[in-house]
């Protein structure tokens, strides 16, 4: 550290917050300008605006925070004493000085991670590298949680002869009386979070599934499937996992959770139930929404907000194959798979090199069956441990999960991609012996966009990459066929021909293809001017430098979207409930994306 800096972290975090606060209360953009470093980064969660947005460069945070500023009266900018104290550590390669702090607007409690850098010579001893605000509470409307917010209870007194808790729940899960606020679609890791989320707010939510069963998305799927990241990152809000249980969460556990969490934080949830589309009605501004009900009935609702909660995916790919109605075998979506019990002795194809690619081949090889893979593109493959656990690092870093994800928050697009760049050379190193065996068996490889690995393959396209838990070491030893899709001239009704005249015989094609976005879910239930409106669904926005209508409002009123992994929906759905939580308060108009 240069001579004559603070050797007191917490004392020079604590001098920055304050230059900062003066500043912003000058509305001097060249001043807040001088705070922050040539490469710098501001990310604001709903702080400062009613927005999720990145700004980048000194001179344009500076002006960006000039301009708010003032709008939301921030002030009492204090390093938080009862929250991981400032320190020293490497964030995308910088060597930085990491303070988590607190501060007021003039809407409710705020949040925020300043990283700094030293300054230049004769500059400031310290300027920001990323700084993050964000919202954390909303004066008037805190969570229903804790001491001093915890609600009282069943009334004991033998003059109470009101409903009971079970007659209240009940009541509460019908809606025979009444349309919900929110209407949650799906009841994943993304549709219970939120419903959590909004239930701790006191706004009434519902949430609907098509599938027979709370967990049915997981239970359903196919059989050796397991967590690929582990458990320590997966917890939903309110409810941490038990300590006990494994490291990684087979499926089959994750769907009972998923219906011990419903149950346990009182969410209203009708399974058995198809979301048909609807209308938004801008003079009422709410939805008009039929929802189809396992007895074959359909309830109309007219909730102010849909969130759709389906997942990254929705639809089935189906690609257009030469041949493959021609196929005289089986055809399974992945999808649609469960376990390769029943194809042991018989030979199959997968079309398809991603997670489900390589897990349903290998549950296939290990059930007797003779197994080809079929390669569309490059495929990114990385060891599920250690390498696939690298970017979860910063969870090994301390008990605290909610500093945690303040934390991983705190890291916007552009350093994300550096730490992601920096991940994908170490995996490449740990993992050489394997990649190189797969390359020897004409197994063909990428390592992400720019090199950023398997996290941006995901962010960007949701797929297009294997965690290996075993497959990859059966290709590269032959016991699991491979072969290139641009090899292939046709499905024949016996199996594939090949370009050279070679018969590969099937009896099973299993089509790993992935599925369409929520764009084009959005398109078939909402219509073409709904979809146009929403746009792109996710994928990086370049000018806000965040992922396209995740977890903000987008260009139609009322509807919200939500999804990703585990950590992403228990980080954003916070993010996306005070959102809607301001707009029932009047707080922010719901078309003012």
């Known amino acids: 550290m240069p001579e004559g800096f603070d050797t007191d972290l917490s004392a020079a975090a604590q001098r920055w917050l304050d230059a900062f606060a003066a500043a912003l209360a000058a509305s001097d953009g060249p001043a807040l300008a001088t705070l922050f470093g040539g490469d710098s980064h501001w990310r604001d969660l709903l702080a400062f605006a009613w927005r999720v947005e990145t700004v980048s460069g000194a001179p344009a945070i500076g002006a960006a925070l000039a301009a708010r500023g003032n709008a939301i009266a921030a002030s009492g900018f204090a390093i938080a004493a009862d929250r991981t104290p400032p320190r020293r550590v490497s964030r995308a390669g910088v060597e930085v000085v990491e303070a988590i702090f607190r501060f007021r607007t ?83 890791q993304a549709g219970l979070s939120i419903a959590a989320r909004l239930g701790q707010l006191g706004i009434d939510t519902l949430v609907v599934d098509r599938e027979a069963r709370v967990g049915d998305n997981w239970r359903n799927r196919y059989h050796a499937l397991v967590l690929h990241n582990q458990v320590h990152v997966n917890h939903l809000p309110y409810m941490p996992f038990p300590p006990n249980w494994p490291a990684y969460i087979p499926k089959d556990k994750v769907a009972g959770w998923f219906e011990a969490y419903a149950e346990a934080m009182e969410l209203n949830v009708w399974t058995g139930t198809e979301f048909a589309g609807g ?171 720019d090199g950023t690995g398997w996290q941006f393959k995901y962010l960007e396209r949701g797929g297009g990459y294997y965690f290996n838990v075993g497959c990859s070491d059966l290709i590269a030893a032959g016991k699991i ?87 992403q929906c228990r980080i954003y759905s916070k993010v996306l409930a005070l959102q809607i939580c301001a707009c029932e308060a009047g707080l922010v108009a719901a078309n003012s994306a």
């Open 106 to 188: 003039a809407i409710g409690s705020a949040e925020g991670v300043v990283r700094l850098v030293p300054g230049e010579a004769g500059a400031l001893p310290w300027r920001a590298w990323t700084l993050l605000t964000s919202l954390a509470e909303i004066d008037g409307h805190a969570e229903a949680v804790g001491r001093d917010h915890r609600p009282t209870g069943e009334v004991y007194s033998r003059d109470f002869h009101g409903p009971n808790w079970l007659d209240r729940r009940q009541a509460a899960a019908a809606y025979a009386d009444r349309d919900p606020a929110v209407l949650v679609v799906g009841a994943g």
């Open 481 to 567: 066929g491979l072969v290139q899709f641009d090899t292939v001239e046709r499905i024949v009704a016996d199996g594939m021909r090949l370009r050279d005249g070679t018969l590969l015989p099937a009896d099973l094609i299993v089509l790993a293809t992935g599925f369409a976005g929520q764009a084009a879910l959005v398109r078939k239930l909402f219509g073409d001017s709904v979809a146009d409106r929403v746009g792109p669904v996710w994928g990086f926005d370049a000018a806000r430098q965040e992922l396209n209508a995740m977890w903000m409002r987008t260009g139609q009123p009322g509807l919200w979207f939500l999804a990703g992994s585990f950590a």
């Open 279 to 449: 209308d938004y009605d801008d003079a009422a501004g709410c939805w008009t929404v039929s929802l189809r009900r396992a007895d074959g009935a359909t309830r109309r609702m007219r909730p102010r907000h849909v969130v759709m909660a389906t997942g990254v995916s929705g639809i089935p790919n189906r690609p257009d194959i030469a041949g493959l109605d021609d196929f005289a075998g089986t055809v399974l979506h992945s999808g649609a798979w469960q376990d390769g019990a029943a194809w042991a002795g018989r030979r199959a194809l997968v079309i398809g090199s991603g997670n489900s690619g390589h897990d349903i081949a290998q549950d296939l090889c290990e059930r007797g069956a003779a197994v080809t893979m079929v390669q569309r593109s490059p495929t990114l493959v990385v060891s599920v441990e250690p390498s696939a656990q690298l970017p979860y690092a910063l969870y090994d870093e301390g008990p605290d999960l909610a500093d945690c994800d303040l934390l991983a928050m705190a890291t916007p697009l552009q350093p994300l991609r550096r730490t992601h760049q920096l991940l994908t050379a170490r995996s490449r190193a740990l993992d050489r012996d394997l990649l190189d065996r797969l390359e020897k068996a004409g197994f063909r490889l990428d390592f992400g966009p």
